[in-house]
């Protein structure tokens, strides 16, 4: 396509990255979810544990104690589509309480921070119900850790910005580079969204736009991956109540933020 870039690098780990405030808004009934830039962490580490995945690519979790079952969230991983990026990233679990302090937001269930120590924050939790959510934020470290010429980061990556017209949409004023348009609006959080949706047909946060299809999920798999085709990522489990509404709310005992 014309609008489909030409140039692009994979971001080395630690370089500068030019994150801005992502949120997740509670944009579905009951979802939610945020990815904010994070501050300084000021709660203690964990267990940190790791895996491999089937090339030898180490991934590692951040666990809150020993008794976590790491063992979904690492298959969620495992089976996500993903590159090499996915040694430069720590998924890690925090208790529900400390979620929105570390995401500095009220609302948020999960976070990204990109740079040196790239993080995703997640509360210790049900994997599966929060499956959708952590694919957002690998998303957000996808987008962040592979880098094109087209925008300004985050942007998403190459093959994507051009099956999603994103140059175009961002030329008519439909897209933009910031929140300045708002959540929905944002390249970053339309990205993440896709890339989420690529292993979970779940709500897609993103109304206006249709809904990523084939092509869509075909061009980010070959940025990542740098193949076409092949099996698509195993889905995780989805849970989906009859209502038809994700389910992606506060475990019990958890105040659900509006
Ligand atoms: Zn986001």
């Given at each position: 396509m014309s609008d489909r870039p030409?140039?692009?690098?994979?971001?080395?780990?630690?370089?500068?990255?030019?994150?801005?405030?992502?949120?997740?808004?509670?944009?579905?009934?009951?979802?939610?979810?945020?990815?904010?830039?994070?501050?300084?962490?000021?709660?203690?580490?964990?267990?940190?544990?790791?895996?491999?995945?089937?090339?030898?690519?180490?991934?590692t979790i951040d666990a809150p104690s020993r008794a976590t079952p790491v063992g979904q969230y690492f298959r969620l991983l495992r089976n996500s589509v993903h590159g090499d990026e996915i040694e430069s990233?720590?998924?890690?679990?925090?208790?529900?309480?400390?979620?929105?302090?570390?995401?500095?937001?009220?609302?948020?269930?999960?976070?990204?921070?990109?740079?040196?120590?790239?993080?995703?924050?997640?509360?210790?939790?049900?994997?599966?119900?929060?499956?959708?959510?952590?694919?957002?934020?690998?998303?957000?470290?996808?987008?962040?850790?592979?880098?094109?010429?087209?925008?300004?980061?985050?942007?998403?990556?190459?093959?994507?910005?051009?099956?999603?017209a994103m140059g175009l949409r961002k030329a008519r004023?439909?897209?933009?580079?910031?929140?300045?348009?708002?959540?929905?609006?944002?390249i970053g959080e339309i990205f993440a969204e896709d890339y989420a949706q690529m292993h979970i047909r779940g709500p897609y946060g993103i109304r206006w736009l249709p809904r990523p299809d084939e092509s869509v999920f075909r061009a980010i798999r070959l940025d990542v991956t740098g193949r076409a085709t092949?099996?698509?990522?195993r889905a995780a489990r989805a849970e989906l109540r009859r209502s038809g509404t994700w389910r992606n709310a506060a475990p019990r005992g958890i105040r659900r933020a509006r």
């Open positions: 030409t140039r692009f690098r994979r971001a080395r780990v630690g370089a500068s990255l030019m994150l801005s405030r992502m949120c997740r808004a509670p944009i579905l009934a009951g979802l939610v979810s945020a990815a904010a830039l994070l501050a300084g962490s000021s709660v203690a580490a964990g267990v940190v544990v790791t895996t491999q995945d089937e090339r030898g690519r180490t991934i990233v720590t998924l890690r679990i925090v208790q529900q309480s400390a979620v929105a302090r570390l995401c500095r937001s009220q609302r948020a269930r999960a976070c990204y921070r990109g740079g040196e120590n790239a993080t995703i924050i997640v509360g210790e939790g049900d994997p599966a119900e929060d499956a959708q959510t952590i694919l957002h934020e690998y998303g957000h470290h996808v987008d962040a850790t592979i880098r094109h010429r087209r925008g300004a980061e985050l942007n998403g990556t190459p093959r994507w910005w051009g099956t999603r004023g439909q897209v933009s580079s910031t929140y300045a348009l708002g959540w929905t609006r944002s092949g099996p698509p990522p």
